[in-house]
């Protein structure tokens, strides 16, 4: 079944003329994702291949049925573009922007939460439910159907990781991006929750680094809700301490989030953590007993 | 963006939270003055960094000769690992209590929270649990009087001081959200008689929303490499072992590094050349690592977005037109990879497909000097 996309999932693109925004909607409807309508303000009536272009959200939800939608806006206009979106009631929002203003995304969150909104990011590579629907940017071709779950903070690790899996003979049912940034809004505890509920998933991997505490929430989670398989792998292991290392969550402060802490919470939980991301596919064939 | 002490306290000030008489002092003569002017006063290094008491940075006095004297002393040197340039000279205050009050981000709640405390001062960070007052802020509501009235109840001070905090924290939270503040925070917050005062300020400034803070000054915490980078839109920290690394995305750079200890070598830095990074961008990433002069590069890119003939092709440009005197080991998978890998063979590098065995190659390299 997969989670929150499907393959009759319908999308919007917000910035779709734009050049991210129209070479990712062509890569994306390639996947196989039905795109039914982007946004460009001032470019309503336009066509991206045979994608209608309208003005504003609230004129393409008239002519549409969207579930999601996906921003590819600058970050100092996201929140106008994601509280458009939030208010035309899409369901789920997917906010690929890096440097959003901290207090943009804290505005656009309590505006989701308050409409029943689900938001993935910022600073997200997007989300795939593999082989049915992607609404991001990653590379289609590591996705491919399968039973493993996969949620990660950070992008090209993920595809690393999800390489490495569909190497292995692993194909994914979905795969979650929450963003890099301090404050997102689909979080592990969250995402873990849909797996454990999902059917088609087996096993989940979780992909997480060093800095803040949600690896640490997701290990107490586990612990007493979670029955399938989880491996994890975590990123940071040789960062010195108080380093900013590029993500805005990727920091230690105060003895907090540090590597150790991560590796004692999930294993307190029984979760295994593999040292290096090639190690992952190994560790599964135990969790799985092939 | 962290903020200076003094600049922090000129923005309390503006929106109206009490100070302490001062100034701040970029030579001894300046301090002095400000010193002989105000009489018994308490001299603070200006740094980016906690714990300047213990430092040595702090210093009481209420001689104007003696002011002078500490103020060379501090200007100049080092202190936490930072260049002393500036010096708050402020009026010393009769303290009776310490509090700690501040505004920070949520992440979990994915809200602003209020941090308080009647046991404010040096050892906040220790200070128990259930000596903290903690609570939510929701944006769309912000800072109403019923926060603050709960917030004094817990705190358990008297209506006069009760009142003064209630102001304090209304008009902090309204500099928390106009001027883009990831932190804001007082510590310690003085109760001198029946007056509060801000003893201290440490606010950070979201990066992200500098484009619309234009009042503020530019403080610069990056090395000149740091900084180079940061203009190039890439993330560049400077670390101090022996090989370089450039990926693209930061955690990959991050377990890139890993890789790296767990081989048994060092990183020199870490670089992430972002998603997407195009041949120029790419370039100029090269160009920055060559200069510190390390003893092997390691680049190991994924490409998604990012396309792996364009790192080829800035891999290429620089070789030939630069020159690169260093070992470099490739790893090279994703879009556009078979064009990439063409493009190194002819430049005499045949790029790894996995990014373990790059790394250990790498490691190899430098053992082998």
New interface residues.
Partial sequence: MAIYLFADTQVLVQGITGN?GSFHTRQMVSYGTRIVAGVSPGKGGQNLDDIPVYHTVAAAVADHRVDASILFIP??FAKDAAFEAIDAGIKILVLLPE?????????I???AQ?RGTTVVGPNT?GVVSSGKCKIG???NRFFLPGNIGVV?????????IV?NLTACGYGTSTVVGLG?D????L?FIDVLQEFEKDQQTEAIVL?G??G???EE?AAEFIKSNVTKPVIVYL??????PG?????A??IIE?GKGTFEGKVQAFEAAGVPVA????QVPGILDKALKK | MKLYEYMGKELLAEYGIPIPEGGVAATAEEAAELAGKIGSVVLKAQILSGKRGKAGGICFTDNYVEASRVAADLLGSQLNGYQVEAVLVEKKLQIDREFYLAIS?D??A???IILASAKGGIDI?DVPEEDLVKMNL???VGMQPFVTREITRRLGVTDVVAKQIAEILGKLYRLF?EM?A?LVEINPLVISGETVIAADAKITI?D??L??QSSLPTVQERTAAEKQAHELGL?Y?E?DGEIAVM?????????T??????YGGT?AN?L?AG??AGIEQTAKALELLLAKKPKVILINI????TRCDDVAKAFAYVKQNGGIPVPVVFRL???NEERGREILLAEGINAYK???EAAQKAVEIVKGN
Avoid: W
């Fill in positions: 991210q970050a100092p440097h959003i203003p901290l207090h943009d995304t804290m505005a969150m309590a505006f308050c590579f940017i990653m590379p990660s903070r950070s992008g090209t690790l993920c595809y690393e390489a890099g301090r404050v997102v809004g979080n992909v680094e060093i803040g505490s949600s929430e990123a940071g292991k040789s960062a010195p380093k900013r290392m590029g993500h969550g990727a105060r040292q290096l991301p090639f | 981000v992440s979990a994915r809200k602003p960070e929701d944006v769309t959200v883009d990831e979201d992200d929303a484009f619309r993330s920290v670390l990926a693209n995305g930061a955690g990959i750079t991050m377990a590094l890993d890789l790296i200890q767990f990183a870490f992430d998603g997407g994924f490409g998604g977005i998978v994703g879009t996995l990014m373990h």
